[in-house]
């Protein structure tokens, strides 16, 4: 599951705006410089990037409007002439650097046209037109590699388009478009995935979605999150998204899939708002070997079950785990709030936590049960949402014939332990039972090295986050009552990965890890080294 979200780790977060601002006026610096040895080295590169501009114009004028088009020439011709400069050579030498960049974006608009070989014969013609006659030709032979090598590669790779997906991903780190969904579509199926929504006190909802909140960044459902929060807050509620069994095969693979599963919420809640009054079990922790159990009640039927781990990390929970225990009167949520560790699952351990779910239905049944819900925005302490995204920290307290338990609930994906630990402490002393989740958010999944993401706590303040936490927890404190809860289980139909996507990804980037270097070698280190020879 990490491999992953690591293969497609973003390692740029500037805007396609801001990347093309820098990227002309760096053109025109090195265009300046090309021009103290060569006159019309001006002139050169603006014809360059204005014909780099009409190929990607015409020939996808659906997607590509002259902004973007924009965008894809000048970073074309600022790296023509960046690779000029460097290896002192005339102006657009190293114009088959800037047509492959290009030829990349084509390839992730059209990828089973062979558009994307335009640029190559644009500037094929250029380098004649400029006297380099064997870079023309070399260019040609170069373009007919890259097209005789894509359906090898695809067969390395188990039929996937392996060269669009990665030309499709390059594209979709600058422009911050939703192209790369194209791919994930054609390895999607449409499925039926339950939620379970929960309001209380006809002011707040919770959502415990069996929807995957990925893959990355603005792809699919990786703002899925985002996109509850804000459509459920403008209904006048406060909103709580928890993670329930699956993993990135259950991810939504488009934005339609995402505006399905929020209308599908949006219109149960206008059913949802008389309840009954609230009605529970204690709050009770259950450790069997390396699974730990937290039962938790929001006042109705089916219970909280969080799972967590003692050792191993506590990441997703899969569904063929999923599907070998019994939840009985309990939801299975995804406690997500352990990233040290090894990620497993052994048979051990799904008898474990078989287990630990039965002793979870000898917990008591409240004589006077009280519940509150409270929330803080992190905003202030992280603006980008880079670890706590927009729906903040949410705290739920319950009282159980005066046992108390406390349920912290952060916007991000996991959790760094000390900060777990230091949540625990807090407030250990004041609740019998205390648990921390996240909502695996996959919004900043892909702005980073490494992971691709930042885990809660790794490097904002822990202190700061303690006081956003304190406001959460004071505002569930203050709102405790005997309040009325409604329950309803959705199953939304939607386009996601399914499990035999997601078992092609993760076969495609073991291959990858095999034969990117060469996809990279074909794509941009062959023409360096075919132009360092011949120009």
């Known amino acids: 599951m990490r491999t992953f979200e690591r293969a497609y780790s973003i390692l740029f977060g500037k805007s396609a705006k801001n990347i093309a601002v820098v990227a002309t006026l760096l053109l025109a610096l090195l265009a300046t410089i090309e021009s103290l040895s060569h006159p019309l080295a ?89 006297g380099f006659a064997a870079l023309a030709v070399a260019t040609l032979l170069y373009a007919a590699v890259i097209y005789g090598i894509k359906p090898v590669i695809n067969r390395i790779t188990g039929g996937l388009d392996a060269m669009c997906m990665f030309s499709s991903f390059i594209y979709a780190v600058f422009a911050e478009d939703d192209v790369i969904e194209d791919a994930f579509r ?33 792809i699919g459902g990786g703002m899925l999150v985002d996109i509850l929060n804000r459509e459920v807050e403008k209904l006048g509620f ?81 569904l063929w785990v999923a599907r070998r225990v019994e939840g009985g009167m309990y939801v299975l949520v995804d406690a997500q709030n352990r ?25 008591p049944h409240c004589g006077a049960f009280e519940i509150g819900v409270g ?29 108390r338990g406390l349920l912290i609930v952060f916007d991000g994906n996991n959790l760094d332990r000390k900060l777990y630990d230091e949540l625990v402490k807090r407030y250990g002393s004041r609740y019998d039972v205390v648990e921390i989740a996240t909502t695996d958010t996959h919004r900043s999944t892909g702005v980073g090295f490494g992971k691709g993401y930042r885990v809660v706590g ?16 004071k505002a569930a404190e203050a709102s405790l009552g ?26 495609a980037v073991r291959v990858y890890k095999r034969v990117g270097a060469l996809i990279v070698s074909v794509i941009f280190v062959l023409p360096l080294v075919v132009i360092s020879l011949l120009a």
Request: charge should be neutral; include cysteine; proline fraction near 5%.
């Open 42 to 130: 001006l002139l050169y590169y603006a014809v360059f990037t204005l014909a780099m501009f009409a190929v990607v114009f015409v020939a996808e004028r659906d997607v590509i409007n002259p902004r973007r088009a924009y965008y894809v020439s000048a970073v074309s011709a600022t790296a023509t002439a960046l690779f000029d400069v460097l290896f002192k050579k005339p102006p657009l030498a190293f114009a088959l650097i800037g047509a492959s960049i290009v030829a990349v974006v084509l390839q992730s608009l059209k990828c089973k046209s062979p558009a994307f070989l335009a640029p190559l014969f644009t500037t094929s013609v250029l380098y004649y037109a400029l």
């Open 186 to 218: 054609e390895l999607g199926t449409v499925e039926r995935v339950p939620l379970h929504l929960y309001v209380i006190g006809k002011r707040h909802v919770v959502v415990v979605s069996d929807f995957h909140p990925g893959p990355f960044r603005h």
């Open 238 to 318: 406060t909103f709580t998204f928890l993670h329930g069994v699956g993993s990135h095969e259950r991810d939504p693979v488009s934005q339609h899939a995402v505006s399905k599963i929020v209308n599908a919420v949006k219109d149960a809640l206008y059913y949802m708002q008389d309840g009954a009054p609230a009605s529970g079990v204690a709050p009770t922790k259950v450790v069997i070997g390396d699974v730990k159990l937290v039962g938790f009640s929001l006042g109705t039927l089916p219970h909280l079950a969080v799972v967590s781990r003692v050792n191993s990390a506590t990441d997703d929970i899969p």
């Open 339 to 363: 990233f040290d560790g090894v990620v497993r699952w052994r048979e051990a351990d799904v008898e474990n936590l078989a287990e630990a779910i039965k002793a979870l239905h000898e917990a």
């Open 375 to 403: 929330k803080a925005s992190a905003e202030h302490i992280d603006p980008l949402g880079l670890e706590i995204g927009p729906a903040g920290v949410s705290a739920i307290a319950v009282t159980c014939d005066g046992r």
């Open 458 to 473: 790794e490097r904002l303040s822990h202190q700061r986050i303690l006081e956003v936490v304190d406001r959460a927890v």
């Open 482 to 507: 005997p309040h009325r809860v409604s329950y309803r289980r959705l199953e939304v139909e939607a386009e996601v990965l399914g499990e035999l996507g997601f078992q092609r990804i993760q076969r």
